[in-house]
Each structure stands twice: as C-alpha cells, then as structure tokens.
C-alpha cells in the first residue's frame, strides 16, 4: 500500500507505523473531527458519528503497520477520504439491513468532498501554525495568538506580556510573513488544498 502525505507530517505518521502510542493520540486528536464532521453531515447522530470514528481510526491502525508511502502514488489526505467514505457507507448498511455488496468505491458527492476538504484545511492550518511556533522565539508566537488568532485588545496583550504595543504589532507583521511562506509552501506541495491566503496580506 503505497501512499503520497505532502501535507501530512512525515515524522507522525512514521512514529505511527513504528507503533508510537503518544503519536496515535496527536493522530486521532487532528484527524477525528474530520470523520464526526462527516459521517454528521451524512445525517449520523453524535454516537453514530462516534462509532464510525472508531471503525476508521481502527482501520488506519491495523494498516498502519504495512504502510509504506511513496510520493509518486496517492495523497494520504486520498487514502484516508476512503476509509471514511467506506465506513460511513458500510455503517448505512448495516443498519438498513442492504446487501453486503462491496460500497468502499461508492462516488464522493460534490458537497461531501467541499466539506471534507474544509475539514482538512483546518488540520493543516492547525499544522503551519506548529511550523511558525517552531520558526519564531515564544514570546513573539504568544503575541501573535493572543493578538491576531485570539483578537484581544492589543493594549491588554502588551500588559499581559510586560511589552509594548509596537513589539505586539511586530510580532503579528513577523507572523504573518511567516504563515504566508509556510501556507504557500504547502500549497504548492499540494494545489488542491487552496489554503485561504487573503488574511496573510496574499
């Protein structure tokens, strides 16, 4: 099974295959309100959504330990879509008693894939804000969420964090610069993501 993660973080799903609990939770953590959010939108309650959550996340781990990934062959962000298509499919029919005919392949509606990958986009958003706290000193990545993610009044971030507004206002310009870099690259790694740039001054 070979797989494709431009926008998924190598080290992660290494550890994962090489059966690193600690990476398991940081991999349910992201990619868990991805599944509730559809198997919701497919018409689940919150206990139905749950429980196709666990069939994926099962799924995922039984195969994690044969994974291996090539870049030239799909998208992780395609394989998983799969998965959860396939249990979200199979969850209606077992419940409506269908036959068991083989529904993994079944064709992904427009509005199903517009949300999946707005679901996505937040995980990856999630993961350039992990690069730029690892590019920038702490106190400059604390002004800028408290700032520019929070919107808390810049006069209380600056007491907050014994500094002036200016070095508040330098470190969301730092910031911004930053997570244009980080969200370009990661488009251009993956074009159908079209990660949101108009907030970054793009």
Not at 147 to 172: G, H, I, M
């Amino acid at each position: 099974m070979l797989l494709k993660y431009p926008t998924t973080s190598k080290t992660l799903l290494d550890k994962i295959v090489s059966g690193d609990e600690i990476s398991w939770d940081e991999f349910y953590l992201k990619y868990a309100p991805i599944v509730k959010a559809l198997a919701k939108f497919k018409g689940l309650d919150a206990n139905a959504a749950d429980d196709v959550c666990q069939q994926v996340m099962l799924q995922f781990f039984k195969q994690s330990k044969t994974f291996k990934f090539d870049p030239n062959i799909a998208k992780f962000r395609t394989y998983f879509g799969r998965i959860v298509n396939s249990k979200i499919c199979s969850y209606f029919r077992n419940a409506q008693d269908l036959p068991t005919e083989d529904l993994e392949w079944i064709p992904v509606d427009t509005e199903t894939e517009n949300l999946f990958m707005d679901e996505w986009r937040k995980v990856i958003l999630q993961e350039a804000e992990q690069k730029l706290k690892q590019r920038v000193a702490p106190e400059t990545f604390q002004a800028y969420e408290l700032y520019a993610v929070q919107n808390r009044p810049v006069k209380k971030v600056a007491e907050y964090l014994d500094c002036t507004e200016n070095q508040v206002y330098q470190a969301k310009k730092r910031c911004f610069a930053m997570m244009r870099e980080i969200l370009l690259e990661m488009n251009e790694a993956d074009p159908d993501l079209q990660m949101e740039l108009s907030c970054y001054g793009i």
